[in-house]
């Protein structure tokens, strides 16, 4: 039934009338979209098997040669096709979002899903075509050195190779290769550059090694040649600084543009990549469920609900995470440089992919998948300000002097229940800024960043504008808060993970953090019960952590020292309780170290502060690039 669906939105892509009214570009109208098929489509047409709702006949580009290849569909004829009514609002958005693409600034086909992630509707739906086929294996006729240009090969003709097309039901992507590190693809095998003089012969650091054999078609039609035709632009390059661009929606209740953060990002794009992601975990899912499988617009229903088999592990907020866990990146690698020796076998229309070696395809699979894993699968997917209708800043934001030296971990206190879904996230976030805007008097809200309970990361003050989550401090280090109150239970796992692990490493990887940098609650450096007892005993326990004391970070900012117990009294950090009869602070007042500073100060900046004292000397304090008064000189 499924596959007949696919079948069937091809035909209305192919004959909709492009001028019609659309729905708003939401997840949930593909899946009535979808749906409304699924009631329609009998049976029989479930032996069809096309990637529908990807191949237009207007597009003739490279991806619909692999769409066309590896996914079976040669041509596609009027008669064939007997398309079905459906609403001329459907109708307009299935023409609407076939096809992926990014042209002025603008991001096309694409949609928002409802856990406020922006999902390509392409990558996804050729995922599921290629899960819906049980997944096939291209074995790669490397023994030749002819492309399919040279030999006269036109695309029809390609169809002959069927033969050679082999369906498996593989457990999982990491079957799908050999395993081969990725510092090792390099190869000494025959190429095809006939007549291209200028190809490279060799590369320094190549190592001869086997080229692949065989392309798997799921990850083909949705990461690999994306990832390989992306990066053919500059193989020698490491860095790709526009993957994983993010944008902004003209609205979030009906949205219809959809507008890039940088105005020159490539098509490998968050939107993208989201799709692409979402393509391959539930194709792979596809291809290993028995019959009879779950309707598609069930399965989208489920996977951007709560969760595929009511897992909440397993739907698009965790993409990232169970994306990583299919495959790895030397199995991505190999595929990356199969499906690009398969595209200059099949006429390529890139005159510089049809002049490159081996070697030379090994090196952009190695610089895309390093680049692919550890920009974007190895980082937390984080929403922009624009995403949780954030208020403008009031005011002007104090650029920071990066990289920074110190991550504090704060709780938000109020709001106390941590937030699970998109919806209260982004509610979440807007009270706080209201709170600090408009009781607090500050520009914006305070912190750098907030993790939320549903595996997405918030943009606050973000990482290059000084935030105001720990006062005296705001300038040397990025704030990053947990929605809700740690003071007896812990977060959850996923958010822990991400301020300890995904959220660093990413940033040091940038050149944002600097690699040793320390981290430290937020009780060390004001007097405050923040981050909550429960978080702050475990951040006690992780990698960077560092118990410091006031005047070492004043002094050490490169390489903060480590204090003891027996280390003398030090004056705490500068506050307006402190600066307000002198600008030296008392020096009766307690030293801060790693544990509870003295007393329980028991409200937060996120929330509503009873005591008046802390209110005075709150948590956060507006943006400055210097302490509010200075340290004593001795």
Same mark, same amino acid.
């Given at each position: $039934?499924?596959?007949?669906?696919?079948?069937?939105?091809?035909?209305?892509?192919?004959?909709?009338?492009?001028?019609?009214?659309?729905? /708003?570009?939401?997840?949930?109208?593909?899946?009535?979209?979808?749906?409304?098929?699924? %009631?329609?489509?009998?049976?029989?047409?479930?032996?069809?098997?096309?990637?529908?709702?990807?191949?237009?006949?207007?597009?003739?580009?490279?991806?619909?040669?692999?769409?066309?290849?590896?996914?079976?569909?040669?041509?596609?004829?009027?008669?064939?096709?007997?398309?079905?009514?459906?609403?001329?609002?459907?109708?307009?958005?299935?023409?609407?979002?076939?096809?992926? +693409?990014?042209?002025?600034? %603008?991001?096309?086909?694409?949609?928002?899903?409802?856990?406020?992630?922006?999902?390509?509707?392409?990558?996804?739906?050729?995922?599921?075509?290629?899960?819906?086929?049980?997944?096939?294996?291209?074995?790669?006729?490397?023994?030749?050195?002819?492309?399919?240009?040279?030999?006269?090969?036109?695309f029809p003709d390609i169809v002959a190779i069927a033969p050679d097309v082999k369906a498996t039901s593989t457990p999982?992507?990491?079957?799908?290769?050999?395993?081969?590190?990725?510092?090792?693809?390099?190869?000494?095998?025959?190429?095809?550059?006939?007549?291209?003089?200028?190809?490279?012969?060799?590369?320094?650091?190549?190592?001869?090694?086997?080229?692949?054999?065989?392309?798997?078609?799921?990850?083909?039609?949705?990461?690999?040649?994306?990832?390989?035709?992306?990066?053919?632009?500059?193989?020698?390059?490491?860095?790709?600084?526009?993957?994983?661009?993010?944008?902004?929606?003209?609205?979030?209740?009906?949205?219809?543009?959809?507008?890039?953060?940088?105005?020159?990002?490539?098509?490998?794009?968050?939107?993208?990549?989201?799709?692409?992601?979402?393509?391959?975990?539930?194709? +792979?899912?596809?291809?290993?469920?028995?019959?009879?499988? /779950?309707?598609?617009?069930?399965?989208?229903? %489920?996977?951007?609900?709560?969760?595929?088999?009511?897992?909440?592990?397993?739907?698009?907020?965790?993409?990232?995470?169970?994306?990583?866990?299919?495959?790895?990146?030397?199995?991505?690698?190999?595929?990356?440089?199969?499906?690009?020796?398969?595209?200059?076998?099949?006429?390529?229309?890139?005159?510089?992919?049809?002049? $490159?070696?081996?070697?030379?395809?090994? %090196?952009?699979?190695?610089?895309?998948?390093k680049e692919f894993t550890e920009a974007f699968l190895g980082c937390p997917a984080i929403h922009p300000r624009c995403?949780?209708?954030?208020?403008?800043?009031?005011?002007?934001?104090?650029?920071?002097?990066? /990289?920074?030296?110190?991550?504090?971990?704060?709780?938000?206190?109020?709001?106390?229940?941590?937030?699970?879904?998109?919806?209260?996230?982004?509610?979440?976030?807007?009270?706080?800024?209201?709170?600090?805007?408009?009781?607090?008097?500050?520009?914006?809200?305070?912190?750098?960043?907030?993790?939320?309970?549903?595996?997405?990361?918030?943009?606050?003050?973000?990482?290059?504008?000084?935030?105001?989550?720990?006062?005296?401090?705001?300038?040397?280090?990025?704030?990053?808060?947990?929605?809700?109150?740690?003071?007896?239970?812990?977060?959850?796992?996923?958010?822990?993970?991400?301020?300890?692990?995904?959220?660093?490493?990413?940033?040091?990887?940038?050149?944002?953090?600097? /690699?040793?940098?320390?981290?430290?609650?937020?009780?060390?450096?004001?007097?405050? +019960?923040?981050?909550?007892?429960?978080?702050?005993?475990?951040?006690?326990?992780?990698?960077?952590?560092?118990?410091?004391?006031?005047?070492?970070?004043?002094?050490?900012?490169?390489?903060?020292?480590?204090?003891?117990?027996?280390?003398?009294?030090?004056?705490?950090?500068?506050?307006?309780?402190?600066?307000?009869?002198?600008?030296?602070?008392?020096?009766?007042?307690?030293?801060?170290?790693?544990?509870?500073?003295?007393?329980?100060?028991?409200?937060?900046?996120?929330?509503?502060?009873?005591?008046?004292?802390?209110?005075?000397?709150?948590?956060?304090?507006?943006?400055?690039?210097?302490?509010?008064?200075?340290?004593?000189?001795?």
């Amino acid at each position: $039934m499924a596959q007949g669906v696919l079948w069937i939105l091809l035909g209305l892509l192919l004959w909709s009338d492009p001028g019609t009214a659309s729905l /708003p570009l939401l997840m949930d109208s593909v899946i009535q979209a979808l749906a409304e098929l699924e %009631q329609k489509v009998p049976a029989a047409n479930a032996s069809h098997t096309a990637s529908a709702w990807l191949l237009s006949a207007s597009n003739s580009g490279p991806h619909n040669r692999l769409y066309h290849f590896l996914l079976g569909v040669q041509s596609l004829d009027a008669a064939e096709l007997d398309p079905y009514p459906l609403s001329p609002e459907l109708q307009g958005l299935i023409k609407e979002v076939a096809q992926h +693409d990014v042209r002025e600034g %603008q991001e096309y086909g694409v949609v928002l899903a409802p856990d406020g992630s922006t999902v390509a509707v392409e990558p996804l739906l050729a995922g599921l075509e290629a899960g819906l086929q049980g997944r096939k294996v291209i074995n790669l006729p490397l023994d030749s050195t002819a492309t399919s240009r040279e030999a006269g090969v036109t695309f029809p003709d390609i169809v002959a190779i069927a033969p050679d097309v082999k369906a498996t039901s593989t457990p999982g992507l990491r079957d799908a290769s050999p395993e081969v590190t990725t510092a090792d693809i390099g190869a000494n095998s025959p190429d095809a550059t006939t007549g291209c003089p200028d190809v490279q012969a060799s590369l320094p650091d190549a190592k001869a090694k086997t080229p692949p054999t065989m392309v798997d078609s799921l990850l083909a039609v949705t990461l690999a040649g994306n990832l390989g035709l992306t990066f053919l632009q500059g193989p020698q390059t490491q860095s790709h600084p526009d993957l994983g661009t993010e944008g902004c929606w003209d609205q979030l209740s009906a949205p219809r543009t959809f507008t890039l953060l940088d105005p020159k990002a490539s098509l490998l794009t968050t939107a993208f990549l989201n799709g692409a992601l979402d393509g391959v975990i539930l194709g +792979d899912y596809l291809s290993r469920t028995p019959e009879p499988r /779950p309707s598609l617009s069930h399965l989208l229903s %489920q996977y951007y609900g709560a969760g595929v088999a009511r897992d909440p592990g397993f739907r698009s907020n965790f993409r990232r995470q169970n994306g990583a866990a299919l495959t790895s990146a030397s199995i991505l690698a190999q595929q990356v440089w199969g499906t690009l020796v398969l595209l200059q076998r099949l006429e390529p229309v890139h005159s510089q992919l049809r002049c $490159m070696s081996q070697e030379q395809l090994a %090196q952009v699979a190695a610089n895309a998948t390093k680049e692919f894993t550890e920009a974007f699968l190895g980082c937390p997917a984080i929403h922009p300000r624009c995403r949780w209708g954030a208020a403008p800043y009031q005011g002007r934001p104090t650029p920071l002097q990066l /990289p920074l030296g110190f991550l504090y971990v704060h709780h938000t206190y109020v709001p106390a229940p941590p937030c699970t879904d998109f919806a209260r996230c982004a509610a979440n976030m807007r009270s706080m800024q209201r709170y600090h805007q408009d009781t607090q008097g500050w520009e914006d809200i305070g912190y750098s960043f907030v993790v939320g309970s549903d595996g997405y990361v918030y943009e606050g003050r973000g990482w290059h504008w000084v935030g105001a989550h720990t006062l005296g401090h705001n300038s040397r280090g990025f704030g990053v808060a947990i929605v809700g109150n740690y003071t007896a239970a812990l977060p959850t796992e996923a958010a822990l993970r991400t301020v300890r692990d995904t959220l660093p490493s990413c940033a040091v990887r940038a050149g944002l953090l600097r /690699p040793d940098y320390a981290l430290l609650g937020h009780r060390q450096l004001v007097r405050t +019960d923040c981050p909550g007892d429960a978080l702050f005993h475990l951040l006690r326990t992780w990698p960077h952590f560092t118990a410091v004391s006031l005047r070492s970070l004043h002094y050490t900012a490169r390489r903060p020292s480590v204090y003891t117990s027996s280390t003398r009294s030090l004056p705490p950090a500068c506050n307006r309780c402190a600066c307000t009869a002198s600008a030296r602070p008392p020096a009766s007042l307690p030293h801060v170290f790693s544990g509870n500073p003295g007393p329980a100060f028991a409200g937060h900046s996120a929330g509503n502060i009873p005591d008046p004292v802390t209110s005075a000397c709150a948590a956060s304090a507006q943006p400055q690039t210097q302490p509010a008064c200075p340290f004593p000189s001795s």
